[in-house]
Each structure stands twice: as structure tokens, then as C-alpha cells.
């Protein structure tokens, strides 16, 4: 077994004190998901949203990668093959954790996009001030965020790595958002092994050859030894 994709959610930061959106403490119960996580609703009220994800912001400053995050941190430091972390979770958990292979399909707390000259900065602050962008001085900063009715980052990377694949592990995710939820299927489709480690089944539990219900700084941990002590069946299916 070489190459592995793993894909995540909210549900593997939940331990970090990071709330999900499903939940009923979630995020989205606060804010209908219309009015802060689509460019309509930041056309309609930007200061709304800036101030959604300034808070955001603010809780992915305070909070600490978990036990599933160093893990595979770990997983990333000794795995001698192909590797990529496709994070849905706009916090930098993961690289906090020591993961370095990440990709954040939707975007990244913690950066800030100018509208007028389409640069990306580091932003640990508000922006619901309306503070110049570093670079061209304009006030057009908005949340590096993926909204719904956009497309998702690097899609090409991510379909080619999954066609690679000979492990495909989805963690903290209800697999109710697509194109995430749709990756397990393409990852059946190239041969590779399935497996979801989540607190409860997925929308899209039935497509994994493979699931472990727990919390993901139980299982996490345990899955990485697994791999890590090639303990693990091998993924490729007969042809
Ligand atoms: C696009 C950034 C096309 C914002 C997010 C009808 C059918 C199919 C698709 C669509 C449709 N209508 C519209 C669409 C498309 C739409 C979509 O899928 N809508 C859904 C609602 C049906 N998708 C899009 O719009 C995407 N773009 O399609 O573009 C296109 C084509 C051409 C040109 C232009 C565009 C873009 C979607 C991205 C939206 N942005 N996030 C932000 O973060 O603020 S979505 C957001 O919700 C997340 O990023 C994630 O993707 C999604 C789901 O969240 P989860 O991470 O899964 O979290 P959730 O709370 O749902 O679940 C947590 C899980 O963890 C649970 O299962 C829980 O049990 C578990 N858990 C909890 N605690 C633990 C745990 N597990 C382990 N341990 C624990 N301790």
C-alpha cells in the first residue's frame, strides 16, 4: 500500500472546543447557512458575515490541535509514500498538529482575499472593519472561504490523487456536502479501500468497505498504529 487520501470534517476538530454544523450546538443553527456562508448573503449583509467569521477566526486562534490531529501529524512525518490530507475545515488544526501535506478545499480561516487585486494574505484579525488590503490598499478584503455556490480549491489535485489511491479514509464528516460527500465513490471507482472513522454513520456511511464509530481522538490514533505497523489489510482489491 503506497498512497493515501484522507479526507475530514468538523467532527475531527470537534474535540478542539471548534463547534461542527450539524450539531445542535452547530453553527449553522445560530445563522442560516444562506445569510453567512454564500457570496449572495455576503453581497446582501457583508458586516453579518465578516462578523461570523471573525469569530471563526478568533476560535481557531484559541483552540489546539487534538490527539487525532498529531497523529496524523505522525502519519505524515513517517509515511514514506504518497500522502494528502483534503481538509474541509477551515482551521489550521492539521498543520498545528504537524501535518505539512494538507489541502483546505474550502478555503482558510486565517486568510484574507482582496476582491480588487485577488491577493491572499495570513489574517489573524477582524475584518469587519474593513481594513486595507496590504497589498493594493483597497477595502475588498473577504474570508478565504469557500461559500456554497462556489468552486472548491484545487479539485484537479484532489481527483488525481484519488484516482492514485490505494486507501481512502474519510474522518469527522457527514458526508451531507458535496463535492466532498462524492469522494468515496470516485475512490471505489479507482480500486482503493474505504474506510470512515466518524462519532456516528455518514450520509455516506454505505459506500465505505469499512467503519469505526467513536471519537476521532480515540480512533484516529489507533487507525495511524494501524497503518503505521502495516498492520493493515491491503487496500488494493482484485481487479
Ligand atoms: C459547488 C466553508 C459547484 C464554509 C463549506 C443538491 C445536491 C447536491 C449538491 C448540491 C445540491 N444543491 C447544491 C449543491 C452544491 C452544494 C452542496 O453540496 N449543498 C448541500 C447542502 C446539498 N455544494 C456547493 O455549493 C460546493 N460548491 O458545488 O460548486 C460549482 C460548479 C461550477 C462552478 C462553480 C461552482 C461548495 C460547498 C462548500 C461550502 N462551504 N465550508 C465554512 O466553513 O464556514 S461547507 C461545510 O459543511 C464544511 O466545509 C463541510 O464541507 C460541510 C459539512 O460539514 P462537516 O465538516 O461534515 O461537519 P458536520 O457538522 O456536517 O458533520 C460533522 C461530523 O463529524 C458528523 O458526522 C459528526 O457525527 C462527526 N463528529 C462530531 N464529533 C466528532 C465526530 N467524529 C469524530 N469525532 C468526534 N469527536
Redesign the pocket.
Known sequence: MNNIVILT????S??SGLK????ED??WEDHPVEEV?TPEGFARNPGLVQRFYDE?RASILAAAPNLAHLALGRLDAEWSGELLIVT???DDLHERGGARRVLHM??EGLSAWCQSCDARHRWTGPLRNGPPCPACGDVALRPD????????YRMGEIYAAIARADLFVS???????????GFVQEANRSGARTVE????P?AGSRWFAETRLG???E?VPEWVGDVLSASFPSPRQPA
Open positions: 470534517g468538523a467532527g475531527i470537534a474535540e461542527t454544523f450539524r450539531a452547530g453553527l456562508a471563526r474541509q475545515n477551515i474550502h478555503g472561504i469557500v461559500w456554497f455556490g462556489e468552486m472548491p474522518i469527522g464528516t457527514s458526508g451531507a456536502v458535496y463535492p466532498a460527500a472513522l466518524n462519532l456516528e455518514s471519537p476521532a481522538s480512533l
